[in-house]
């Protein structure tokens, strides 16, 4: 069917208007106060709905329809460990963050184990992100080079230009009321989606249920004890739990939301309440996955790959204006997950990098610094996304997988310095070291879960860390 000019319309509408919407903040951007933490006045509610934004990508809403077509509804166990991480962070961590006037999350490094580990670990996590965010650009070129017949290289630029520009001028501000605006477009449209399959599938949601019960699509729970089997219960709950007490409790991308928050009891109230909002999503696109499947009844491989599926269906088989409106909500995502990297990454490059170095530099300088580091960092992801052109199918991969490799070693470091008294910082780097090995060895050599991944690589740092602390007692603590 294609896409006509109702649809175009409605794609240059919401590019355009959201862009516009993003620039309204640019005034309020004084200090660094307001550009990286929005002043510390956003209500919880609005940072519940922009950390839901900014832990969805394009390739959320394209792969896991595409995960659920392959298979069924057991990914939800990794989604619960989501919600169970949540209330880890809100415990453990979040207490720490709200001591003091933090601006990221490797302040609390140096709090505990001082300058030395504190670049190490946000140097971390400027590395892993920038190429996690690179390739998950790429995956915009998926959808618009499916739906508007644009090259990759012009599609991945038109995606990045607009989002920079209202990330340049409004701070975090400007990302997470647009985070607002779009994850209301993006899980308002996919609701659309939902509700044309069942119209289209012969006999509806009836049918849709009966043959997905009896190919066991709609299997949610495996209590099955296998190591080695990604989607279990256990390894669901527990290896979710762990990815996301260091996804949401130590990478800048969260964190700095956390931040922003009026106090640290709404901060809480927001991280709890994403982890709803996350669950009921994630159900919402694997049932999308399911009813495709239910529509189409042909392997995956005949679309290419998974990740085509659902863009595939949206511009050849829904309805004119609906499909313009889905793609537009494909694009929500894209720019969301883009501003709050591009934020994240600036925060990060100026506070854990430059304010430490320049002390002295004034409020204007900083703040003009603060703009060239996200203009900077715009221009990187979309040379490392151009790159993930010519090894897609392999690139798209590690770089999703790339930041899980390093959230072991960081979660460790951390939980070494609030649940301990007795690490200090050589010991900490050890552990460190060892469990980010640990990590990139079950990456590249073992037939491992990914699910397992951080929460071996947590262990392995805490021990290891804990252990090299108590053979070099002689060092100062400093918590």
Same mark, same amino acid.
């Given at each position: 069917?294609?896409? !006509? ?29 307001? %550009? ?35 298979? !069924? ?8 460990? %989501? ?86 001028e409004g701070g975090l501000a400007a990302v997470i009321w647009t985070d607002v605006v779009q994850t209301a477009i993006y899980v308002g449209g996919t609701l659309v989606g939902l509700v044309t399959i069942l119209h289209l599938v012969p006999g509806g949601w009836t049918a ?127 720019m969301s997950n883009l501003s709050a990297a591009l934020n994240a990454l600036s925060s990060s490059s100026i506070m854990d990098f430059y304010v430490r170095f320049r002390p002295q530099a004034d409020e204007r300088t900083k703040m003009r610094f603060s703009r060239f580091a ?49 690490? !200090? ?15 990139? %060895? ?31 007692? !002689? ?5």
């Open positions: 069917m294609g896409l !006509n000019n109702l649809d175009l319309a409605i794609i240059a509408l919401y590019l355009v208007g959201i862009t516009l919407f993003g620039l309204r903040f640019r005034k309020r951007q004084r200090s660094l106060r307001d %550009y990286f933490l929005a002043g510390r006045d956003i209500p919880w509610w609005a940072i519940s709905l922009s950390i839901v934004a900014a832990e969805t990508s394009t390739l959320t809403i394209i792969s896991i329809p595409g995960l659920a077509y392959d298979t !069924n509804l057991t990914f939800l166990q990794v989604v619960m460990g %989501y919600v169970v991480g949540r209330v880890v962070i809100s415990f453990v961590l979040l207490p720490h963050y709200f001591r003091g006037d933090l601006y990221t999350a490797y302040e609390l490094i140096e709090r505990r184990f001082g300058r030395g580990l504190r670049s190490l670990t946000a140097g971390l996590f400027l590395l892993t992100r920038a190429a996690a965010e690179g390739v998950r650009v790429y995956a915009v070129s998926i959808v618009v080079s499916i739906a508007l017949g644009t090259g990759e290289v012009a599609s991945i630029a038109m995606i990045t230009v607009l989002t920079l520009l209202y990330t340049f849709i249920h009966a043959a997905a019960a009896s190919a066991g699509k709609l299997q949610v729970f495996d209590f099955r004890p296998g190591f080695w089997l990604p989607y279990t219960f256990w390894a669901g709950v527990i290896g979710g739990a762990f990815l996301t007490t260091a996804s949401h409790g130590t990478d800048q991308l969260i964190v700095q939301r956390l931040l922003a928050a009026r106090s640290q009891k709404q901060s809480v109230t927001a991280l709890l309440s994403s982890g709803v909002a996350i669950l009921f999503q994630f159900a919402l696109f694997l049932m999308v996955g399911v009813m495709l499947w239910a529509y189409y009844r042909t392997p995956s491989a005949s679309f290419g790959k998974p990740d085509r599926i659902y863009p595939t269906f949206i511009v050849s088989r829904m309805p004119h204006g609906i499909s313009g409106l889905l793609i537009a909500a494909i694009l929500a995502a894209a996200t203009f900077v960092w715009g221009l990187l992801l979309f040379a490392i996304a151009v790159l993930s052109l010519r090894r897609a199918g392999r690139v798209i991969e590690v770089g999703l997988q790339i930041a899980s490799v390093a959230y072991g070693a960081l979660l460790g470091v951390f939980l070494l310095g609030v649940l301990t008294r007795r690490a !200090n910082a050589r010991g900490a780097m050890a552990g460190m070291a060892v469990g980010l090995g640990v990590e990139l %060895y079950l990456w590249r050599w073992t037939q491992v879960p990914w699910t397992w991944w951080v929460m071996i690589g947590t262990v392995a740092t805490f021990g290891v860390g804990y252990a090299g602390s108590m053979a070099l007692r !002689n060092e100062r603590t400093r918590y």
